[in-house]
């Protein structure tokens, strides 16, 4: 029933610049918390951008200045606009839609990645 579909990724040179999208149906998207995830080849999955429903934006320290999060709730589309890429930005991005529900609960849904590789 929920489905997130990533699209966007693909090969970019050194300062190149790609625009990723997320696609979410079988939720009430306006009151999820949004967020772009990465994994590196042999490391483990890492957090890159967020954007809560109701709350300012956080990136990561590495990403801050080039990257920028956003939404459309009437599309419920969330994007990625990555600029000024680098070689160590290379991963399978996943885009992610997190509820918490008082205190124990916490509904978590993830896509199936997109291929991001930055190289000359």
């Known amino acids: 029933q929920v489905q997130l579909v990533e699209s966007g990724g693909g090969l970019v040179q050194p300062g190149g610049s790609l625009r990723l999208s997320c696609a979410a149906s079988?939720?009430?998207?306006?009151?999820?918390?949004m967020g772009w995830y990465r994994q590196p080849p042999g490391k483990e999955r890492e957090l890159v951008a967020s954007?809560?429903?109701?709350?300012?934006?956080n990136y990561a320290d590495s990403v801050k200045g080039r990257f920028t999060i956003s939404r459309d709730n009437a599309k419920n589309t969330v994007y990625l606009q990555m600029n000024s890429l680098k070689p160590v930005d290379t991963a399978v991005y996943y885009c992610?839609?997190?509820?918490?529900?008082?205190?124990?609960?916490?509904?978590?849904?993830w896509g199936q990645g997109t291929q991001v590789t930055v190289s000359s």
């Open positions: 992610n839609a997190r509820r918490i529900i008082g205190t124990s609960t916490v509904l978590d849904y």
């Open positions: 079988g939720i009430i998207f306006s009151i999820y918390d």
């Open positions: 954007i809560p429903s109701g709350g300012n934006r």
